[in-house]
């Protein structure tokens, strides 16, 4: 069965970093565009950072120079690189895979990770 499984969140100060992972697992031939969602308590969900199959990037603007999203096709691995974190980023954070193509050439598309944590606090 194929999951996103992610981690890498946790409790960090103001101004700190983390690095979020979200692995495929299963057998996956291919990954398309990969996403990451936050959802803050008592708001909408909202795109954080999306990466294409050729690398290309967008980010929400709250990010923009902070974040950075990168894949690692031969792992089946997309990860979030936050430095200078704020208060306002505390969030679960969740993985999505706009399609995937798994070893027998079945096409899944929309899968989401469980979610991670990330707070930021002093």
């Known amino acids: 069965q194929v999951q996103l499984v992610e981690s890498g969140g946790g409790l960090v100060q103001p101004g700190g970093s983390l690095r979020l992972s979200c692995a495929a697992s299963?057998?996956?031939?291919?990954?398309?565009?990969m996403g990451w969602y936050r959802q803050a308590p008592g708001k909408q969900r909202e795109l954080v950072a999306a990466?294409?199959?050729?690398?290309?990037?967008n980010y929400v603007n709250s990010v923009k120079g902070r974040f950075t999203i990168s894949r690692d096709n031969a792992k089946k691995t997309v990860y979030l690189q936050m430095n200078s974190l704020k208060p306002e980023d505390t969030a679960v954070y969740y993985c999505?895979?706009?399609?995937?193509?798994?070893?027998?050439?079945?096409?899944?598309?929309?899968?989401w990770g469980q979610g991670t944590l990330v707070t930021v606090s002093s």
């Open positions: 999505n895979a706009e399609r995937l193509v798994t070893s027998a050439l079945q096409t899944l598309r929309d899968l």
């Open positions: 299963g057998s996956i031939f291919s990954m398309g565009a």
């Open positions: 990466i294409r199959s050729g690398d290309s990037a």
